[in-house]
């Protein structure tokens, strides 16, 4: 593994950290801002791997403590960035926004209205960029050359390596068998899918309700799933 740099410290201010890649360059730019966290880094991945699960150039996820607290995959851009933050604008605050797309003008005005340590982007227009660094401290990263691998996750503790795969599968109405006594119709299981997938990504008990392909309400990491709910 190669060192990419030392952080100014881990997850609290007595902690230190470093990041580190596993032999291949992290093809993530930072394109404007102060220097990342540690707690940015694990932002970003968790960011990423949910931002990534989406369709091809569409989405927005808003991630808060490594947890999102707002999907959308609304086909129009600044309405899928609109209903993720509608889902839970209080947690978006100081969160990541991660945008499966290129970034327009029209969006940056609405991102510059709120507080936001990170903005990933699949690309942005120079205009828009300009609008952004204006925001301080605000960080920039471009993900549009971000290689799609199955990496596995590592957990390290007390001198042991944790491994699994990353669940990163695409679903589709074939990997779900209905058990229910009444069908889902096709919208339905569609937002049924949509919901899953979020869900997996949520520290469990997780509960997430959806509607027309943006999430509504995300409960997680609670011990029990009715607080959750």
């Known amino acids: 593994s190669n060192l990419v740099e030392n952080l100014r410290y881990g997850e609290n201010p007595h902690q230190k950290a470093a990041i580190y890649s596993m032999g291949q360059k992290l093809n993530i730019k930072q394109i404007s801002g102060k220097k990342l966290s540690y707690n940015n880094y694990n932002d970003i991945f968790s960011a990423l791997l949910i931002s990534k699960s989406l369709p091809k150039n569409i989405g927005t996820a808003i991630i808060k403590h490594a947890n999102p607290c707002g999907v959308s995959i609304n086909k129009n851009k600044l309405k899928s960035y609109k209903q993720a933050l509608a889902c839970d604008p209080i947690s978006a605050f100081g969160g990541i926004v991660a945008c499966n797309f290129k970034i327009k003008n029209n969006l940056a005005l609405e991102l510059k209205k709120i507080y936001l340590e990170v903005v990933i982007c699949n690309g942005i227009e120079n ?103």
Do not use: E, H, Y
């Open 127 to 229: 205009s828009a960029l300009k609008i952004l660094k204006n925001k301080k401290n605000l960080r920039i990263i471009d993900s549009s050359k971000l290689k799609d691998a199955n990496l596995n996750n590592i957990s390290s503790q007390f001198g042991s390596l944790l491994i699994q795969t990353t669940d990163t599968f695409s679903f589709s109405k074939s990997n779900f068998k209905i058990v229910s006594k009444i069908k889902p119709n096709f919208k339905t299981l569609k937002n049924l899918i949509f919901a899953f997938n979020v869900c997996r990504f949520v520290k469990s008990n997780a509960i997430v309700i959806a509607n027309k392909g943006s999430t509504i309400g995300i409960g997680s990491g609670q011990p029990s799933r009715l607080d959750s709910c």
